[in-house]
């Protein structure tokens, strides 16, 4: 057998063994801080009756935010963190109120939104956009478990209305996957945009970047796009994939970013960079994004292919 051919499939499996680590790893339990743990406690937010956050910053301690509507007839939750979170979550939640969780919708696939998915299941409907249901199938790079695939999903557009609550869920387009949710509380003019929209910190005070799933049909060429069209939505409050309570402004912020940050490649590959090269000559430190050189380098063949 040809020793590059050799070399070439056992480091394959070596980086496979090790995604496999990392994904398991990241699905463990940490060990969290009193302080940590009132960081992570359900609070309402201030001016939305019935509207509750439990928080998440990050996809490794915390998970993503978990937005928690609280009507007289049940409970309506987005997201769910991960695959151990669903006792903590049904727990916080009947501090609040004594109303069962009886819907649950994923702004999509990853183990740190949708990680309990299946633990729901038994007693709530589980509503994601097809995409989320096909992602976890094939359970490819940082899906949750195929078991909790969602069996009610929908193409562009659905709508739960429970007690005197109306929730909708928009797929307006490709960007931190190909099955991406904004999901808007009518009522309350707030929206829980998923990873689409990401602020601040994480728990361990690294600053957060957005990310591109390439493997799971994400991409940054219409990810602007996307973002304009939750713009178009009506709301005042943002819930972001993860960070803190935002407003509308700094969607815009995010998107000018994105903006710039793909209009800078796009400019490098016009001038003749090449990919070896492109990290090095790209320059978005104003953007305080601190991308990896593989994300960039990502990014730069999608472009470079259009």
Known sequence: MNNNLLKGGLISLLLLALATIGLTTAQQRPTLTPEQLERLTIRPIPGKEGLYLMPGFDGAMSGGNVAVRVTDEGVIIVDNKFSYSYEDITRQVASVTDQPILYVLNTHHHFDHAGSNASFMPRAQVIGH?????????????????????????????????????????????????????????????????????????MDGSTLAPFIDYGNGGCASDWVATLDQILALDFDTVIPGHGPLLRKAEIRIFRDKFEEMVSRIRAQIASGTTRADIVQELDIADLNWPLAPDRIEAIYDELSQQ
């Open 130 to 202: 097809e995409n989320v249901r096909i992602n976890m199938l094939r359970n490819q790079g940082p899906s949750a478990s195929p078991d909790g695939a969602p069996r009610i999903t929908y193409n562009d557009k659905t709508s739960v209305h429970l007690g005197n609550a109306e929730v909708e869920a928009y797929h307006l387009g490709c960007g931190h996957t190909n099955g991406d949710s904004a999901i808007l509380f009518t009522d309350q003019r707030t929206i829980h945009t998923g990873d689409l929209f990401i602020w601040g910190e994480r």
